[in-house]
């Protein structure tokens, strides 16, 4: 099993910025991808950003340019950093990571989410 836990969630007024955590935790033997996806009321869930064991990044279009996502791969840690917020970014955030628990087997494990609340 992988425990994710996320934090640096918010409310935040219009331009401002925050800065998410996700660790994860477990019986891990190597961690692949990382990163965070988003779902809005009402909305499916979306890629918000990932990030690749060699540092490889992916960006969602509507975040290109605003959020950046890294990893710390000593602490199994990945962050996303949210510039510029706007109102539609406004949603749950959840943490994604995709993990070997051993040589031959992957797991794709999810976060509790952390609520983003971008409002004046």
């Known amino acids: 099993q992988v425990h994710l836990v996320e934090s640096g969630g918010g409310l935040v007024q219009p331009g401002g910025s925050l800065r998410l955590s996700c660790v994860a935790s477990?019986?891990?033997?190597?961690?692949?991808?990382m990163g965070w996806y988003r779902q809005a009321p009402g909305k499916q869930r979306e890629l918000v950003a990932a990030?690749?064991?060699?540092?490889?990044?992916n960006y969602a279009d509507s975040i290109k340019g605003r959020f950046t996502v890294s990893r710390d791969n000593a602490k199994n840690t990945v962050y996303l950093q949210l510039n510029s917020l706007k109102p539609e970014d406004t949603a749950v955030y959840y943490c994604?990571?995709?993990?070997?628990?051993?040589?031959?087997?992957?797991?794709?494990?999810w976060g509790q989410g952390t609520q983003v609340t971008v409002s004046s």
């Open positions: 994604n990571v995709v993990a070997l628990l051993t040589p031959e087997y992957e797991l794709d494990s």
């Open positions: 990030i690749t064991s060699g540092g490889s990044t």
């Open positions: 477990g019986t891990i033997f190597r961690i692949n991808a």
